[in-house]
Each structure stands twice: as C-alpha cells, then as structure tokens.
C-alpha cells in the first residue's frame, strides 16, 4: 500500500543530470505537486539543458502515474556567474585540480545562489520544500554540497522568507551505486533505462560516447563518479540475484 502523498508543493533543482533525475522521480513519489527549476550559468556547453526538456517529457510520457504531479518547469538566467567565477565548468579548459584541493570545476557559490533563487521562486509559487541532488559520499569535494552547508542555508532561507523553507537532500548520503538503486526502488528498471539514456552528468558533454552507464567522454571527474557507481550497481543486483536456476 503507498503511503499519503505529502500536501506540501516541491521545487526541484533540475538540471539534467543523474543525481538531478533521481532527486525529480523522488519527489514526484512523495509530493502533492512538483515544479522543477533548472539554470543557465554560462555552462561550457548546455547538454545538460537540453536533457530537461527530454527527461520531462520522458518522465510524463512513461510514468503517467507521476504525470499530474508534475507542474511548470522553470529556466533561469544566471550567466553573471561565469562573469564572476571563471571555471572548467564556464571554460574551454583542462580539468585539474586547484592548489586548495578542489577541482577547477568548482563554481564559487553556485549552488548557494541556485537554492536562493528557487527559494524566491517557490515563495512566490507557495511551494515549501526545495529538493537537491547534491551528495558528499561520491563527489568531488564542492563545500556547498556538505550537508552542513544545507543545513544552514536552510535555517538562512527560511528566516529571510520569514516562513519555513525546508531543504530536502535525498542522496546526501548515498554512493553513486545506492542512487542508482534507489532509482530502481522509485521507478524500477524504466526508470534506471530513462536516467541512463537520456539523463547527462559529463563535464565536456560528450554525447557521441554511449557507454553501459549513459553517455559520456568516459575520463572526467563526472564520468568516473557515475561509471563506478553503475559497475558497483549491477555487480551487487547480480550477487543479489544469485545463480540463475
């Protein structure tokens, strides 16, 4: 038996991407009513983009349980940020790490503004939860994908906005494996076969690539993360299995 749907309306931080698709087909299982928010910052290229509009027509099309749940879709401008923060994520070039141990693909603050601005957006549209994808098991060490930056950012906006706004990070915890698993938990292997497909994580976007886990160049930090944790995946689900009869 399911559980009651959740009243309160989400916001979702889509951006395209693995973890993104994932956090979206979550709360479409637990919420009311869903919107989702993507943005564009002046990304090196805007693969990630276009995989929205694919994945939520895929998600409607094929999950028409989900279908009502899911409401308006939402593009912002945010290209000041590749003025203010010059990275591999904004640039054509090499991706490497920093002398501050971070990778240059790190964007200052991005993911700070990103929930500011969906939070503004969701006061505006009387929407209560704000849904990430971001993680700090298997990722590559952004500080404002910590849990304790959530944390405050939470308390933060909900003080700003005088009403409570409440951060939701499904896979805060979880390894890529487990987030691959909990897409088969939500939308079983549809599901997994859709996030694969269509759903984009390399930082090149590299899409003439195709390999067992999506798309990608196959070498860089994103393609690494999503590649180890597809083999982790399907090499647990075969042990779960056990021999074939």
Known sequence: MSLPLDPRGALVLFSGGQDSATCLAWALARFAHVETIGFDYGQRHRVELDCRSLLLRELRWQFAHWAPRLGVD?????????????????????????ANGLPNTFVPGRNLLFFTYAAALAYRRGLTVLVGGMCETDYSG????????????????????????????????????????????????????LITEHSHSCYLGDRSQRHPWGHGCGHCPACELRARGWTSYITQAARTAGPAA
């Open 74 to 98: 939402h593009l912002l401008d945010l290209r000041q940020l590749a003025q203010i923060g010059a990275t591999a994520m904004t640039e054509e070039r090499a991706i490497e790490w920093q």
């Open 142 to 193: 952004y500080p404002d994908c910590r849990d304790n930056t959530l944390k405050a950012l939470q308390v933060a906006l909900s003080l700003g906005l005088a009403g409570p706004m409440t951060v939701e990070t499904p896979l805060m915890f979880l390894d890529k494996a487990q987030t691959w698993t909990l897409s088969e938990q939500l939308g079983g292997p549809a599901l997994v076969d």
